[in-house]
């Protein structure tokens, strides 16, 4: 077996075993998943498409890869296993991101800067970090396993970098490669669009007290909330007012796989994303 795959084979055989504890069997799931995922948003790219960074606040994908995996490796394992040793201790050096007290880093506008490890030596560092995590599972303490549960929700924040950093790479190439293949673009007529006031005055936001949140989402107030109409559907193409069209509907074919990719999906509903909100 080879590509990304073979890293979990020996992780997914493990955690496939009945567990005695369904909670704690749904969060080793949700952790191989998670990492899966990550690998194969990984999966197309070179070495070099891994290693360039478009510029200074985005990352490598390489290094994206590397720091999801230094965060289980140091507050899971380091802390948590005992008799740990590192995959190699010198990467927590280039893999930390803004953790001061694990010491200083190598600074985050040189991250295109690292050749070394290549993208397979990162690869293998997950999958050691990975079967790591799979036999400690079952004996880790409470602690480790909210830390668990943060690094499943940390990896997908920076499943969501990846991406757009590697449109920003892609971006940067006259050549106008693409990451991968879009769906055939959908073209139909639309039913009319009509507004529906929205709920206002004094509402509550935020995380409740239950359940994973990060410190941002909470606490959960209550807010003031203006009056509003919202859409009955996505607003179209057609409909996108032009001065804005302009600024935020422009397509790059970096991003697809043909310039007719482009052309089509001025068709879809909502070419741009959601926007179904208007002052009332």
Known sequence: MTGPDRYFVAVGRAMAREDSDPALKALGERLLATRKLTLDLAAPLSDADATIQPFPDASPAKWHLAHTTWFFETFVLRDHVSGYQPFNERWAYLFNSYYEAEGPRHARPRRGMLSRPSLDEVRNYRAHVDEELERALPSLPS????????????????????????????????????????????????????????????????????????????????????????????????EWPPRLKKLSCRPTRSTFSSSAQISARACSVSPCGSSNFAPA
Not at 170 to 178: D, M, R, S, V, Y
Not at 187 to 205: A, Q, Y
């Open 143 to 238: 602690a480790a396993l909210d830390l668990i549960e943060l690094g499943i929700n940390h990896e997908q924040q920076h499943q969501e970098l990846f991406l757009t950093d590697i449109l920003a790479t892609f971006a940067e190439n006259p050549l106008e490669p693409f990451y991968g293949e879009l769906p055939p673009p959908v073209c139909f007529l639309v039913e009319p669009l009509s507004w529906h006031r929205g709920r206002d005055g004094v509402v509550e936001i935020g995380a409740s007290d239950q359940g994973f949140a990060f410190d941002a989402e909470r606490p959960r107030h209550r807010t003031f909330l203006a009056p509003h109409q919202l859409a009955n559907r996505r607003v179209t193409s057609k």
